[in-house]
Nanobody
């Protein structure tokens, strides 16, 4: 199983940008899909944000982040990044990186991912 570590969270003003990074250890991302989920409050479920297939680069985005967020992979560093632009207060959440081998129809499902990072806080506030 791959171990994941997120980085790059922080506090940003509305309209600002942040880049989150997910690094793998223990093995490469080869054969996996890597996704970002977020939890906006402790009592809420994790919601899908974006995903990318390591091989092929197919991507998927939740509707509210389309056009603002991009997801990319770096083969040399074995990392996946989530570039977040035009951030809004409602993007405030703990963001989690996840890795798994979902079929296409399951790429947005929490249950399809078996490896998770600890999460990184993103706060969008004036």
């Amino acid at each position: 199983q791959v171990q994941l570590q997120e980085s790059g969270g922080g506090l940003v003003h509305p309209g600002g940008s942040l880049t989150l990074s997910c690094a793998a250890s223990g093995r490469s991302f080869g054969g996996y899909a890597v996704a970002w989920f977020r939890r906006q409050a402790p009592e809420m479920d994790r919601d899908f944000v974006a995903a990318i297939r390591w091989s092929g680069g197919n991507t998927a985005f939740e509707d509210s982040v389309k056009g603002r967020f991009t997801i990319s992979r770096d083969y040399a560093k074995n990392t996946v990044s989530l570039q977040m632009n035009s951030l809004k207060p409602e993007d405030t959440a703990v963001y989690y990186c996840a890795a798994g081998r979902p079929i296409v129809s399951e790429m947005r499902k929490v249950r399809a991912y078996g490896s998770w990072g600890q999460g990184t806080q993103v706060t969008v506030s004036a």
